[in-house]
């Protein structure tokens, strides 16, 4: 069977996405591959949703905290199935929209692809050939082979959104940012849950300060067993009974409605064929590429997730940009992230750039660190953020090297250090500019003069 062929095949249509309509804009003829909805798990399974909802949840809490601003309030009730269907109504909607959106010379081929040979793929029976084949297949939740747990009707953040009501009761298995986030907005609503995590704090990868900072808030609102790992499920009429095992050794059991796994992701390069088109993978099972994305095979290339080297929805979307700018305007220069940043949208918010203390000291590098609480400005004062901090990380001689966020709107304080430090690294950078009065942001800039007088004081007189 001769193949079809075409300037560019890409197998998997979420954060590609952007990639293949810029593509076929400029005129190539380009073959999409997606076995599922288009948009891929950000919008459709993941940060579009879960930041509806949390929406939700925020408005919820305000009401109920409302005393602390000397207002009378009272939460008499929330419609839930109300609330998931004008959710899920919007983006149930996603896959349609971005078919139509797409130019007339792609080809949208729906169904499993795999690779059958060298830039060659098979779909539905059919084979495609590209000049250049490009694989953004994502990620999947990872399952745990924990005793009695295969066969039951377990949610995964794939299962979530499904949803059209919410349950009575829900253990949440995982710390992380998914099962932060959900249990933060799961408990706003009225839920009742439990989080179930294996370390002594949340969110195994933030800085250690930010990350008590966050346990400490979080676990003042939702139950929380820390320290704590599933040993056995079980799954009747009731719902789940899970069985686990504390700190100190002693088992408990409880029964909830619904169980979500929230345990992390693993990528989707199984199964679809890359030992036939010569793609070799890590040893986590990402795709192997380069500097220029570029797997073992050539002509080949990854993005996103599967590829793994930061599994982030915006930085999948930048690698989709910097490919459409290799292949359309003959871009060489390898791929630059800068100072790559996250967030996790819980209560407070959480948002960073940059090494941690903790790595920055596994490699010996020296530092220091200047820290000031959101109290430190009026408007931080004004919202009452009392587990706020701004923490930044730099060299003895000024050059800033990281920026760690917890409190209200940290994700847009975050991005007042983002360009300073892939631009212009250094401390004065933030403190020689005027920032708005009294506004936010002159928390970001209070840490910026802190590390500054302490730039000082460590010059010898």
């Keep these: 069977m001769p193949a079809t062929p075409y300037d560019l095949v890409v197998l998997g249509g979420g954060n590609a996405f952007g990639l293949v309509t810029e593509a076929a804009n400029a005129g190539l003829r380009v073959a999409l591959i997606e076995k599922d909805l288009l948009g891929g798990t950000c919008p459709n399974r993941g940060c579009i949703p879960t930041k509806l909802l949390l929406g939700y949840a925020d408005v919820a809490n305000a009401v109920r905290r409302a005393d602390r601003f000397h207002v009378d309030a009272d939460l008499k ?7 998931l269907a004008e959710t899920f109504g919007a983006t149930r909607q996603t896959d349609g929209k971005l078919e139509r959106a797409l130019p007339d010379n792609v080809t949208l081929y729906r169904g499993r692809g795999r690779f059958v040979g060298e830039r060659e793929l098979e779909v539905n029976g059919e084979r495609v050939r590209g000049e250049r ?20 009707p377990y949610w995964t953040s794939d299962d979530l959104f499904q949803m059209d009501e ?37 969110f195994d990868y933030a800085d250690a300060e930010l990350r ?4 400490k808030a979080f676990t003042a609102r939702v139950p929380t067993m820390l320290e704590s790992t599933v040993t056995r499920v079980e799954h009747d009429a009731r719902g789940f009974t899970i069985h686990v095992e504390g700190p100190d050794g002693t088992t408990t059991a409880r029964t909830v409605e619904r169980l979500l796994y929230a345990v992390g992701r693993v990528p989707n390069a199984d199964d679809i064929g890359l030992e ?7 040893e986590r099972g990402h795709l192997k590429v380069d500097g220029h994305l570029q797997t073992t ?52 918010e959480l948002a960073w750039a940059g090494p941690t203390e903790q790595q920055l000291q596994a490699k010996g590098i020296e530092y220091l660190s200047a820290s000031v609480p959101y109290t430190s400005a009026a408007k931080g004062r004004a919202l009452k953020e009392e587990h706020g901090l701004c923490k930044l990380l730099f060299e003895p001689d000024g050059t800033l090297l990281a920026a760690h966020i917890v409190g209200e709107h940290a994700s847009i304080l975050l991005h007042e250090v983002i360009p300073v430090l892939k631009w212009r690294p250094h401390i004065s950078s933030l403190t020689d500019i005027i920032h708005v009065h009294p506004s936010l942001s002159e928390v970001v800039r209070n840490a910026a003069r802190k590390a500054k007088a302490m730039l000082k004081e460590a010059v010898p007189a």
């Design 297 to 348: 095979a050539e002509g080949v290339y990854g993005l996103g997730d599967v590829v793994g080297n930061y599994m982030l929805t915006h930085t999948a979307t930048f690698e989709g940009a910097y490919l459409a700018r290799t292949f359309l305007e003959g871009e060489t220069a390898p791929i630059d992230y800068g100072a790559v940043p996250a967030a996790c949208f819980t209560t407070p």
């Design 212 to 215: 008590a900072k966050l346990t």
């Design 276 to 282: 036939l088109a010569g793609i070799e993978t890590t």
């Design 77 to 83: 009730g929330i419609d839930g199935r109300a609330l």
């Design 133 to 152: 084949v490009v694989v953004s297949t994502g990620s999947r939740p990872r399952r745990l082979d924990v005793p009695g747990l295969a066969g039951t």
């Design 166 to 202: 919410l349950p009575q009761s829900i253990a949440i298995v995982g710390g992380g940012c998914i099962g932060v986030e959900m249990g933060s907005f799961l408990n706003g609503v009225g839920v009742d849950v439990t989080v179930i995590h294996r370390d002594a704090q949340l």
